[in-house]
């Protein structure tokens, strides 16, 4: 197998674990902490601010429920890495397929 096959399955077994990950965590409209505690903002823990990125795995997570307007007002990037991380996907998929069409 050469590097660049490796590193395409592995972009597509990340991605595919980050999507599972989300769609198997328990979140309900409107739910604005994440159901395990022990995940917290390093930088809002140190200063008791919130960074830029705060809010964007629970966004993450309501946009793979399909709680659209949640994610969007706890963190809009959230909302776009999900859909990124499904057009990652796609891409890798099919390049990986489309070298396997090609070698045969």
């Not at 930088?43 to 969007?72: E, M, N, Q, V």
Request: glycine letters at 6%.
């Amino acid at each position: 197998m050469d590097i660049e096959t490796e590193q395409r399955l592995i972009a597509i077994l990340l991605s595919l674990f980050l999507l599972t990950f989300a769609t198997l965590v328990p979140m309900e409209p409107g739910q604005e902490e994440l159901p395990f505690p022990w995940i917290s903002c390093p930088y809002r823990s140190i200063t008791g601010k919130p960074c830029p990125l705060c809010g964007s795995t629970r966004a993450f997570i309501h946009t793979a429920h399909g709680h659209f307007s949640d994610a969007w007002e706890l963190n809009p990037i959230g909302m776009f890495a999900y859909f990124g991380v499904w057009i990652l996907l796609l891409y890798e998929t099919c390049m990986l397929l489309r070298k396997r069409v090609r070698s045969r």
